[in-house]
């Protein structure tokens, strides 16, 4: 795939305020998507899914939007704490054929006290 | 237990060396996965097992091997490698292939080749 850069998008906010991380992605045919938290050294960690029957779906303090016609995918974190500090990572999967996550390119949160 | 483990955490291996990483999970997942990740990308996925079977290989060199012996075990075997190979070797499982489910993941074999 094409190199997108040594450098990850990076959204920087302060303390309690709310984030929102967006993914484009690529495949039509895509009817599962997941948002994964990557904290330094660690492996990814399950945040939010959502199905494309879906627009929209709540957690704890974690709201994933999803917009299938310009296929866009949204995370949005209410009152962003220091510990949300990572590397946030869409992965979508296919309905059909290839039935493996395929990751975005990833966007790193800095929150500042 | 919502645990995969890998092991080791971290191998240093030289280009002649034969190693093998290895993951373990006891969900009762179905569907295990290999996947590569460099610094500051997403892991690529290597392989797929479903029910113990080899589903998907994402045209992976031979010199990475995949092997699952059992339907909590997977192991990744590893000949002379390249330095390009470096890598965070991520192992996940998810309950089976067919379903949305999540993938749960490990904490990863930090891997140098030297």
């Known amino acids: 795939g094409e190199n997108v850069g040594l450098h990850l998008p990076t959204l920087s906010v302060q303390e309690g305020d709310n984030s929102i991380i967006n993914c484009a992605y690529s495949?039509?045919?895509?009817?599962?998507f997941i948002w994964y938290k990557q904290e330094s050294g660690k492996g990814p960690q399950f945040i939010i899914d959502?199905?494309?029957?879906?627009d929209k779906r709540q957690g704890q303090r974690v709201t994933v939007l999803l917009n299938k016609t310009v296929k866009h995918l949204s995370l949005q974190i209410a009152a962003t704490q220091p510990g949300d500090s990572a590397v946030y990572f869409c992965?979508?999967?296919?309905?059909?054929?290839?039935?493996?996550?395929?990751f975005g390119s990833g966007t790193r949160l800095q929150v500042q006290p | 237990d919502t645990e995969v483990t890998q092991t080791p955490k971290h191998l240093v291996m030289g280009m002649t060396n034969k190693k093998s990483l290895k993951c373990e999970q006891h969900?009762?997942?179905?569907?295990m996965y290999w996947y590569k990740q460099k610094a500051k990308k997403p892991p690529e996925l290597m392989f797929v097992?479903?029910?113990?079977?080899?589903?998907i290989n994402e045209s992976v060199p031979s010199r990475f091997s995949p092997e699952c012996p059992n339907s909590s075990l997977l192991n990744l075997h590893l000949h002379a490698l390249q330095p390009e190979d470096s890598a965070l070797y991520l192992c996940?499982?998810?309950?089976?292939?067919?379903?949305?489910?999540?993938?749960?993941f490990g904490q990863g074999t930090r891997l140098t080749v030297v």
């Open positions: 969900m009762g997942h179905r569907a």
């Open positions: 996940a499982s998810s309950q089976l292939l067919e379903t949305d489910t999540e993938a749960f």
């Open positions: 959502i199905r494309s029957n879906m």
């Open positions: 992965a979508e999967r296919m309905d059909t054929g290839r039935r493996a996550l395929t």
């Open positions: 097992y479903s029910y113990e079977k080899l589903s």
């Open positions: 495949n039509s045919a895509s009817d599962y």
